[in-house]
């Protein structure tokens, strides 16, 4: 996985000027849950790469209906040709991974609908994607859902919540 998300980022580099980002600031947030589903800790994943938190802290959703609705106001930084997976930073600088199931990326396409393109800007709850879950299912695929936040190094502590409806994750600064 970590070979494939490498692979698909460098390809998206590859013919961008370099921008030079001098500093970042990055507050508290509140990441609401992208996918209706039953909450589980990331080490609770089935890849390695997730549970042991190899790309950032987060949590684990498996999912009760194929909708990815925006966590928070923010950009699409990255989304994968494949449209399995998908990169939002927040208007306060805090990145997201939404993986949708572990392998999916074999699927080629098959079965998701992207309502977004890189670039956009996004509205908390606006519908970014949606996928097939039965369809899915029926290849073979799981469809447990890391969510993940790739800068965790910015924050002091995150924490799965869940005692506020909707809020999977607490990032304090």
């Not at 930073?89 to 990145?95: I, L, T, W, Y």
Request: with cysteine.
């Amino acid at each position: 996985v970590t070979a494939i998300v490498t692979y698909v980022l460098s390809l998206k580099f590859e013919n961008q000027e370099v921008q030079t980002i001098e500093k970042v600031h990055v507050n508290k947030g509140e990441i609401l849950s992208p996918i209706q589903g039953k909450l589980y800790p990331l080490s609770d994943a089935k890849d390695e790469a997730f549970a042991s938190e190899t790309l950032g802290k987060g949590a684990l959703i498996q999912p009760s209906n194929g909708k990815v609705y925006a966590p928070f106001d923010g950009t699409i930084v990255t989304l994968f040709p494949t449209k399995h997976a998908i990169g939002i930073v927040s208007d306060n600088g805090c990145e997201v991974l939404i993986h949708i199931g572990m392998n999916t990326v074999q699927l080629n396409g098959k079965y998701f609908t992207s309502h977004v393109q890189q670039g956009d800007k996004v509205k908390k709850g606006q519908l970014l994607v949606e996928f097939d879950i039965d369809h899915i299912l029926q290849e073979g695929y799981n469809l447990e859902t890391p969510v993940i936040i790739t800068n965790t190094k910015d924050y002091s502590n995150i924490n799965t919540n869940t005692n506020k409806d909707n809020v999977v994750l607490v990032a304090e600064a």
